[in-house]
């Protein structure tokens, strides 16, 4: 995805300045790979990381493999252009069984462009496994299964599952790592894999702008916020004015 | 067939206008020609709204007809925790008894739990014409397998053209896993829903790109057309005491029920009874505080106003409160009336996290 802090409107023609615009791991993600990577750390196995994107999200690979995952897919193909939600969990479904056997899916809870968070149960759904959103610890995890807690408005629900099973985790589950000498070295020289439609094997109508159940058919800038008043001087007086101000606002 | 752009270079003047609307920079000039990169454009239409000389052509495959007719009804799920009502499902049969009015349909609620019959009255007086009520057990606390096979048996066989749904944690995890099982359209956050009349299309509006642009949404060879929309972005239907409704009890075999995961306990943690992500008055702290120990006066101003804690990430990542605190993109999106903001500099992520705000914040600076 893109960086999305890095966003800014053009002033002049009110439009997103992509220019420059690095593609970078969506910052839910994070979590996940940390997650996952530790998992691997307790328990042994491998960690794939996988996205679809242009290209360029290359460098977002490279960037987990530096931090510890083993092996890098990138889906890329001019017939994904204008996937959906349910589109992209298709193709991410799709690769993920080409991969072979897995045990447990992490994805962040939802990406910071579109923050759907519809992809990760919709990949979970598409390869018909059980799921379990939102987690913020993964307490025990055994071949056997895992007892995971899972946020909620309120707090958190401690959750059982069987595995393979899908995970969406929030912030709280880790801190993420920072690369290391050696993971940079190797992520650099590291080859990842792309795949391209006719690889998954895919039913064509099902990918991309085909597949997709929404169409964007407008776009537009919201109106700018307008500005607030600063209010400046004494302390005592700024709060006096203050609470005037708000004695008008109905709560 | 996904459908395609063309762009008549005769027609084109090279004006750029184009390569400015495209929100996915996906258009460049080659030649004082406009030229476009298919692996960004996502046939948007963009570009071709802003086209003077009507030089670029969309042509978006309508696919295969299915017989939409055979959709009515707008349904709202409605979420319920230990068997309370969640004052969401109230808001979304707000703006469903809109919607369900314009197309001249039914506005149905939809209600899984257990023992839930005594709450068939609230959802009548909130505007439910019809309620549908799937009762069982297995259905007391969410649990993504159930729900999912209820509600996907339900929508087969009902079929409405219109389902509301919060973007609860609940929500959001449920319908997610419907959509894809009934081959829906599904558009989360939705800001504002309206109807195309002559069509009968659901328009929904939402933010994209942490709210940069505005994106309008719409489903059209798909049924059911689903949406998610955040607390407090829609305002609560009315209660009407006299209002009555068609309720249809719905029982499901012991297979639908099965889930594969289980709901071991359920945790409550937030220490004041105010609900940050629905709170009217918001006191949020961050680092500017100096230290934890400056928390209580925000806790104190907090509960003086009968109004929730928050927090920025910098406050968090300290540790000097709890995540789920949180305030902004990687925390909490709270749609306050009146949000404080002290010892917090402001940054996008944070400002991000209180869209639906009405009024402008206080934010104090200096001592």
């Known amino acids: 995805m893109p960086n999305t802090t890095d966003v800014r409107i053009d002033p002049v023609t009110n439009t997103l300045i992509r220019e420059g615009v690095e593609s970078v791991i969506n910052p839910f993600d994070a979590y996940a790979i940390e997650e996952a990577v530790r998992l691997k750390e307790r328990l042994g196995g491998k960690v794939t990381v996988l996205t679809m994107g242009p290209p360029q999200a290359e460098t977002a690979l490279k960037e987990a493999l530096s931090l510890g995952c083993d092996e890098a897919v990138l889906l890329s193909d001019r017939k994904f252009a204008g996937s959906d939600t349910w589109a992209t969990s298709y193709t991410l479904a799709a690769a993920i069984r080409k991969l072979g056997g897995f045990d447990a899916i992490l994805c962040g809870k939802q990406a910071s462009d579109g923050d759907t968070a519809q992809v990760g149960p919709g990949i979970s759904t598409h390869l018909d496994i059980p799921q379990v959103t939102y987690v913020k610890k993964i307490a025990e995890i055994s071949a056997a299964g895992a007892l995971v807690e899972r946020m909620t408005e309120e707090g958190y629900d401690s959750v059982e599952t069987p595995l393979p099973c899908l995970f969406t985790v929030v912030k709280e589950i880790n801190t993420p790592r920072l690369p290391s000498l050696k993971g940079l070295m190797k992520a650099k020289s590291a080859k990842i894999t792309r795949w391209t439609a006719d690889d998954l094997g895919a039913e064509p109508e099902a990918l991309g702008l085909d597949g997709s159940p929404t169409r964007v058919i407008n776009i537009f800038t919201p109106e700018p916020r307008k500005g607030g008043e600063l209010l400046k001087g004494a302390t005592a007086d700024v709060a006096g004015e203050l609470v005037e101000l708000l004695k008008d606002i109905v709560m | ?367």
């Open chain 2, 1 to 367: 067939m996904a459908g395609s752009i063309t762009i008549f270079l005769d027609r084109c003047n090279g004006c750029t206008l184009c390569v400015k609307a495209c929100p996915f920079d996906a258009i460049h000039m080659a030649n004082k020609k406009a030229v476009i990169d298919m692996a960004k454009c996502t046939l948007c239409g963009a570009c071709v709204e802003v086209c003077e000389l009507n030089a670029i052509e969309l042509k978006k495959d309508a696919g295969v007809k299915k017989d939409l007719s055979l959709y009515k009804d707008v349904w709202v799920f409605c979420e319920q925790k230990k068997g309370v009502i969640q004052s969401i499902s109230f808001e979304l049969l707000g703006e469903g008894r809109k919607l369900a009015d314009k197309l001249g349909v039914k506005l149905c609620a939809v209600m899984l739990g257990s023992a839930v019959e005594s709450r068939i009255a609230e959802l009548a007086e909130r505007g439910a014409d019809k309620i549908y009520i799937a009762d069982h057990p297995a259905l007391q606390s969410f649990q993504d397998d159930p729900y999912t096979e209820v509600l996907v048996k339900l929508a087969e066989e009902y079929l409405p053209e219109i389902i509301l749904c919060g973007a609860t944690v609940i929500g959001r995890s449920l319908v997610s896993r419907v959509a894809v099982r009934l081959n829906a359209g599904l558009t989360a956050d939705c800001t504002a829903l309206d109807i195309a009349e002559k069509e009968r299309l659901l328009l929904q509006t939402r933010p994209a790109f942490g709210g940069n642009i505005m994106a309008v949404i719409i489903t059209p060879n798909h049924r059911p057309q689903m949406a998610t929309v955040r607390h407090k972005v829609m305002k609560e239907a009315a209660i009407d005491k006299a209002r009555k409704a068609e309720v249809i009890r719905k029982n499901y075999p012991d297979e639908v029920m099965k889930s594969r995961t289980r709901l071991v306990d359920i945790v409550a943690e937030i220490e004041e009874t105010v609900n940050l992500a629905e709170a009217d008055i918001v006191v949020s702290g961050g680092r500017g505080l100096g230290g934890p120990e400056n928390f209580a006066m925000i806790r104190e101003l907090a509960k003086t106003l009968n109004g929730a804690v928050g927090a920025s990430r910098a406050a968090v990542d300290a540790d000097w409160i709890p995540y789920s605190h949180q305030v902004g993109q990687t925390g909490k999106t709270v749609v306050p009336k009146l949000y404080l903001a002290c010892g917090i500099s402001g940054q996008i992520q944070h400002l991000i996290g209180d869209e639906g705000r009405k009024v402008p914040d206080p934010r104090f600076q200096g001592e």
